[in-house]
């Protein structure tokens, strides 16, 4: 079983002409409810591809905490370790303009409350895997890398989002650190790079603190390095509409691979295919493929 450790929100999306000023109200388009957090659309990526996937995470004991836990249960993750708070469920606020840009308002809520001791006993036992993002507190974060270790789990770690100041040595021994181009350059004090030769290094510099590291690159695909080997797999030409969840798919796809036993370079790839599929189609959660769509490894 793959056990997946983060951030449970509701997405309210409207599509607007044009983004609100301070006081200023705009009328839109009918608003799209839908799961989101980058912990559940990482479950719901490896669930559509056949994974056997639980989750741990917070929502709240409101109408979108049992929309979220419904629309979880659809997509066949497992929500038995996914905690009531008192708190609200996490909810994003988004507002699309005519060109596609976004005003997105994240209210934490529940995910706040995520805390050490929901990680510990039995919380992630007979996982083999276990795939942690940063969109929870700190101390949360951090006791699901150590309770991870403790019992034997492999580790996929998506250090996404980077908070300030959050150092490499926090980060330490995962199996697979799985960053963007934007995270890599963050964590790195680096400039940014869509070199993926420069990428490469920064994965190789990234390599030092965990096994292996992978860092996306849009539609470059990614490049990965580590004791699994090393390379750049390209990315899959397709005519993207909503990039909107891609780095989510590719984390779900690449544990799910791994968890196979597939090479690092045959899981690069296979994370590719699943989230250059998922660009093609609008939304995060509902854009991700199901495995038929996608060729055997
Ligand atoms: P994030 O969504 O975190 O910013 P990226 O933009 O690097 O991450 O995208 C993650 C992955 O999604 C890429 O490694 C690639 O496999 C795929 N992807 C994203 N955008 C495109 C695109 N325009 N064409 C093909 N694949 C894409």
Redesign the pocket.
Known sequence: MISVVGSVNVDLAVRVPRLPRPGETVQGEDAQVGLGGKGANQAVAAARLGADVGLVAAVGADAFGRLALEQLAREGVQTGRVKRSPRPTGLALIGVDAAGQNSILVSPGANADLAPEDLDGQALAHSAWVVVQLEIPRPAWRRALAAAREAGCRVALNA?PVAPGLGLAELEGADWLI?????AAQLLRAEPTADPGRALEYARRLAGRAANAV????????VFAGAAGEGH?A????R?VD????????SGALVVALSEGASAAEAVGF??????L??TRPGAAAAMPRRAELEPR
């Not at 860092?215 to 990614?222: C, D, P, S």
């Not at 994370?271 to 250059?276: E, P, Q, R, S, V």
Request: proline share 0%.
């Open positions: 996404s960053v963007n181009e934007v995270e860092v996306t690159l849009g539609e470059q695909g990614a797999a990315g899959r030409r397709v993207a990039t909107t969840g891609a780095g989510d798919t590719f994370a590719n295919a699943a989230a250059a998922a660009t």
